[in-house]
């Protein structure tokens, strides 16, 4: 390892570590709540009071262009299920252009728009490009598949999910049934809590 990728590997294990204390200051709440997969859960995670920060788009984006520029070759395009993903694809493509990389962004709509083109895909991007799909946090999966299914009926390759924060409840499986790898910033183990809490 030379002197330069000692000091980007230093540079990333700090952009975790604020990535972390600033989850556990501002995302991170304990009590009861009912999840979007609709289970009950004793925390939740408000990944929005992260990625729709400045300091925290930052990170994240920087975070998951490193994991992505990790894997190899960046994908042409990376996006997710609106509205969830927007900002995170917004602060990825952004720190790519702050970077002078090539990587576009997508949004996968629930619904079809009931006028113009009432496509699920908007941005630039043509069937057989390699595209990511990213999501704040990942319990289940199902935004993500969602996001998958439509992507890949628009004619996308979907290399892999990179969500921000995993909380390691069945997404990786799921996702892995499909062929498709998941890739987490933090997981909730990182965060203190034991995945088997509810």
Request: hydrophobic content about 45%.
């Amino acid at each position: 390892m030379n002197l330069h990728d000692a000091t980007g590997a230093d540079a990333r294990a700090r952009d975790r570590e604020e990535l972390l204390a600033l989850i556990e200051q501002r995302a991170l709440r304990r009590g009861t709540f009912r999840l979007a997969s609709g289970r009950e859960a004793s925390f939740y995670l408000d990944a929005k009071q992260i990625v729709l920060d400045a300091r925290g788009a930052m990170l994240v984006g920087r975070g998951i262009l490193a994991r992505l520029q990790a894997c190899g070759a960046l994908p042409q395009a990376i996006g997710g299920l609106a509205i969830g993903a927007d900002p995170i694809t917004a602060a990825v493509v952004t720190m790519a252009g702050v970077e002078g990389l090539p990587l576009r962004g997508f949004m996968v709509r629930k619904e079809p728009k009931d006028h113009g083109t009432q496509k699920f895909i908007e941005g630039p991007v043509s069937p057989g490009e390699r595209v990511v799909i990213v999501e704040d946090v990942t319990t289940t999966g199902g935004s993500a598949l969602t996001a998958i299914d439509r992507a890949r009926e628009f004619g996308l390759v979907v290399d892999r999910v990179v969500t921000v924060i995993d909380r390691l409840a069945g997404a990786g499986a799921a996702f892995a049934a499909k062929g498709i790898p998941l890739d987490s910033l933090v997981t909730i183990r990182d965060l203190g809590i034991d995945p088997a809490q509810p």
